[in-house]
């Protein structure tokens, strides 16, 4: 089980965008994701015609390792870690490790 799922709300944890709040648009095979509006880079791309995109330069959002990202727990307002655990009924859920509130219902 991820800890980390999209449309999750998390915090950034290490690099130029340090301390940003995102949502996690897509989780990648490789133990990266991408969020919204973070670690954004600029690509050059060539027109194609055929396809009727016009060309120029475009931002958007590159993958970041999973290991930079934190859960944000809405009761601390604050990065939190995240823990898995069996209910009684057999269902994986997760759970805060600070307060130990669950997250999924």
Same mark, same amino acid.
């Given at each position: 089980?991820?800890?980390?799922?999209?449309?999750?709300?998390?915090?950034? +944890?290490?690099? +130029?965008?340090?301390?940003?709040?995102?949502?996690?648009?897509?989780?990648?095979?490789?133990?990266?994701?991408?969020?919204?509006?973070?670690?954004?880079?600029?690509?050059? $791309?060539?027109? #194609?015609?055929?396809?009727?995109?016009?060309?120029?330069?475009?931002?958007? !959002?590159?993958?970041?390792?999973?290991?930079? @990202?934190?859960?944000? #727990?809405?009761?601390? $307002?604050?990065?939190?870690?995240?823990?898995?655990?069996?209910? !009684?009924?057999?269902?994986?859920?997760?759970?805060?490790? $600070? #307060?130990? !509130? @669950?997250?999924?219902?």
């Amino acid at each position: 089980m991820r800890k980390i799922r999209k449309g999750d709300q998390v915090v950034i +944890r290490a690099g +130029r965008d340090l301390g940003k709040r995102g949502v996690v648009l897509r989780v990648l095979d490789d133990d990266t994701a991408i969020v919204e509006g973070v670690n954004m880079i600029k690509r050059h $791309s060539r027109p #194609n015609p055929y396809l009727g995109t016009p060309g120029g330069i475009i931002q958007k !959002e590159a993958p970041m390792d999973i290991s930079n @990202i934190a859960l944000f #727990n809405p009761a601390t $307002s604050k990065p939190d870690r995240v823990g898995v655990k069996r209910l !009684e009924d057999g269902r994986k859920v997760r759970f805060f490790k $600070s #307060n130990g !509130e @669950i997250i999924d219902s």
